[in-house]
């Protein structure tokens, strides 16, 4: 800073002014301060060029030659907290949660939620452990990945357990006090049938995802989805008859309805009861009088 160069206080905001080397531009920079003082620190002594001093020079000035000084501003509600701005911060808080669930790698927890494949729909495969003591756990398996989440529950207490797969031992994981824990294995490879044990539990991986293509009458078109881990079911149909309710069956059970809209469209989102679906089961679309079916398909 230039020694012998005026400074001019405004409540919290130091303005360094009246250099040679001060432009015009810079000068607004000065009223500018003036202004948000007076909207975040109460009114300011002054905002004009103290008194005495110089012309405002036309030269170019060097960045040294101006100093702004922020000290402190006193807290203060924000008046603009819009419900997008606290939105965002909800989504950016659950990001962060969600990044350092993911990247937990360790098996010496206590316990690890599979919700990172279900939710973000990675699962291919899945099994529920059981041993003839009473512990439990499960174990999600990513195709695409080669990635392996399992979990026990009352296992062997303070215990390595050997992570098995079809016969080969693939990692460890290692239970607390209460003999819960978790682990997260990459390079996996595992199918439908394909067995897994984790210490004395034991158990098949059987498919989550399971899909149907809907064909039938001239003009008629759907599709449906089933995970088994979230034991979600939806159906979608196009160009049916509209304004009409028809029966969804699943292996000669009606397990729910869905009504049609003017254009001929429907669509049915429900956690059926006691569903028992696999690899080869049927699905129907139907209407309530006993027609035969507008729409068929077999899951795969």
Not at 111 to 125: F, M, P, Y
Not at 179 to 204: E, M, R, Y
Request: include cysteine; glycine fraction near 12%; charged fraction near 10%.
């Amino acid at each position: 800073m230039q020694a012998g160069l005026p400074v001019k206080s405004i409540e919290k905001w130091e303005v360094l002014v009246d250099s040679p080397g001060l432009s015009s531009c810079h000068w607004k920079e000065f009223d500018m301060l003036g202004f948000l003082a007076r909207i975040f620190g109460g009114k300011p002594t002054s905002t004009n060029k103290p008194a005495g001093s110089p012309p405002r020079p036309r030269v170019r000035p060097q960045v040294e030659d101006l100093l702004l000084g922020i000290e402190e501003l006193m807290p203060r509600i924000v008046p603009n907290a819009s419900s997008i701005g606290m939105t965002a911060g909800h989504l950016l808080g659950h990001d962060s949660h969600a990044v350092i669930s993911d990247t937990s790698t360790g098996s010496d927890a206590s316990s690890h939620s599979l919700a990172g494949d279900t939710c973000a729909g990675g699962a291919t495969l899945a099994a529920t452990l059981t041993n003839a003591s009473g512990a439990t756990g499960q174990a999600s398996f990513n195709a695409t990945t080669g990635s392996l989440k399992v979990q026990v529950h009352g296992a062997a207490a303070s215990t390595a357990l050997n992570v098995v797969v079809n016969g080969t031992t693939v990692g460890t994981l290692t239970t607390d006090a209460s003999g819960n824990g978790h682990a997260k294995l990459s390079n996996i490879t595992a199918q439908a049938g394909s067995t897994i044990t984790v210490g004395d539990l034991t158990a098949t991986f059987a498919q989550v995802k399971f899909t149907a293509t809907l064909s039938g009458a001239t003009g008629v078109t759907g599709s449906a989805d089933f995970n088994s881990l979230e034991n979600k079911l939806q159906v979608s149909i196009t160009g049916a008859t509209a304004n009409t309710t028809y029966n969804v069956t699943v292996d000669n059970v009606v397990v729910g309805q869905l009504t049609t809209n003017s254009s001929g469209a429907g669509r049915l989102k429900l956690s059926p009861a006691n569903l028992t679906l696999l690899a080869g089961s049927t699905i129907t679309v139907s209407d309530t009088l006993g027609n035969p079916a507008i729409l068929q398909g077999t899951f795969a």
